[in-house]
Structure formats: structure tokens, C-alpha cells
């Protein structure tokens, strides 16, 4: 049973279309919730760490909310720049990584 | 700060060999560290976790005979890939984490590995 989901799969926005990407989780007693970017080729990079429901971070044009089912990423007015893979992660025992979400934007 | 190096960032070689790469935390300790595998348009897999002065613990279906971890020191960790075949070709990841729980991790850059 996945631990972890994210949907879509796949995105493709117009630069400046905004949108959301969502992660779902079935582990309960999460103490922790993460966003990563992971670039074709490369090892993810770190964006969000969540900790309880409610919990809000921004970053540029990103915006990461947790509630007590799942956690959103919010894009804002996304450029070319922002097309990657974005992960999330939630640790209960250990880390459980979602499949990912391919976000392609186009100019 | 955070940051993670991987070497090589990339390897080729013949099947039968063994290759080693090494994962390094430069600006912090790290006295926990993982190795994921990523196959294309897959999600990472965590292959292993590996503290300082201690054994690793594989994930289920993964060969410790095979993937060799060793973890050394709080800035050095190393996975060894022994009698490489083609199925073992994949892009490696490792990453490391201060402190225990639920610190977050930081990833290194990956290392490719091609057998041939």
C-alpha cells in the first residue's frame, strides 16, 4: 500500500498560470512532511520542511500548506525556470518518498 | 550550507567489476546518510541507511553482498557495487542528515552508472 501519493502525475502550465500540485498520505503520526525539486540528472534539492497541520512556507513563487491528510504546493505565476520534478516526502518511521510530479512550463 | 557531494558524477564500466562512490557532506556532520537507486521516470528507492560507526540497514530485496556500504566517519560514506552487471546500471543518490528523526535530508547530485 503506497504511503504516499502525488498527483497529477504531470502538469503543463502557461508561464504565469497558477496551479497546485498535491500530496496525499496514509501514515499516521507523521512528524514531518518535505518538498524537494529534482532536475533531469540530478540529486533533489531541498525546499520545505512541514511539521504539523496548518503549517505554511514560502519560497519565491512556492508555497507549501500541510493539513492533517495531505499537503499542497502552490505555484504562483510559475516560469519557464520552475519546470521540474517535485517530490514529496513524509517521515513517520522513516522517509516514504512520493512518485513525483513532472511540472512543465511553458513560455 | 548543506551541501552533499557525490564522486564520480558518472562511471562506465565492464561487467564483472566493482565500482565504489563516495558520498560526502562538506559543511556539516552527517550521522546519518542513505543510498537511494532512481531509475528513468521513477521515483527514488531507498536502497540502504547507514550511521557513523555502524552497519547498514538494507531495505527488502537488496543485496548487501552486492551494494557494500560503509560509513566511515560524519562527513564520508561509501557504496560499493560489486560484480556489476548491466541490471545494475542506474543513477545513484545519496544523501545525508545531521542529528536523528525527522531532520530533513540533503541530497547529493548522483552518480550514473553504466555497465557494460
Known amino acids: 500500500e503506497d504511503q504516499v501519493t502525488q498527483s497529477p502525475e504531470a502538469l503543463r502550465l502557461q508561464e504565469g498560470e497558477s496551479s497546485s500540485l498535491n500530496c496525499s498520505y496514509t501514515?499516521?503520526?507523521?512528524?514531518?512532511l518535505f518538498w524537494y525539486r529534482q532536475d533531469p540528472g540530478k540529486g533533489p534539492e531541498f525546499l520545505f520542511t512541514?511539521?504539523?497541520a496548518g503549517e505554511e512556507k514560502e519560497k519565491e513563487r512556492l508555497k507549501a500548506t500541510l493539513t492533517k491528510k495531505e499537503s499542497f504546493l502552490h505555484i504562483t505565476a510559475p516560469k519557464p525556470e520552475d519546470s521540474a520534478t517535485y517530490l514529496c516526502?513524509?517521515?513517520?518511521?522513516?522517509?516514504?518518498f512520493g512518485s513525483g510530479t513532472k511540472l512543465n512550463v511553458k513560455p | 550550507g548543506a551541501v552533499v557531494s557525490q564522486h564520480p558524477s558518472w562511471v562506465i564500466c565492464k561487467s564483472g567489476t566493482s565500482v565504489k562512490i563516495e558520498c560526502r557532506s562538506l559543511d556539516f556532520q552527517a550521522t546519518t546518510m542513505f543510498w537511494y537507486r532512481q531509475f528513468p521516470k521513477q521515483s527514488l528507492m531507498l536502497m540502504a541507511t547507514s550511521n557513523e560507526g555502524s552497519k547498514a540497514t538494507y531495505e527488502q530485496g537488496v543485496e548487501k553482498d552486492k551494494f557494500l556500504i560503509n560509513h566511515a566517519s560524519l562527513t564520508l560514506s561509501t557504496l560499493t557495487v560489486t560484480s556489476a552487471h548491466p541490471e545494475d546500471s542506474s543513477f545513484y543518490i545519496c544523501?545525508?542528515?545531521?542529528?536523528?528523526?525527522?531532520?530533513?535530508?540533503?541530497f547529493g547530485p548522483g552518480t550514473r552508472l553504466t555497465v557494460l
Open positions: 512541514l511539521y504539523s
Open positions: 544523501s545525508a542528515r545531521s542529528g536523528q528523526g525527522i531532520n530533513e535530508q540533503f
Open positions: 501514515v499516521s503520526g507523521l512528524r514531518g
Open positions: 516526502a513524509v517521515y513517520f518511521n522513516k522517509f516514504y
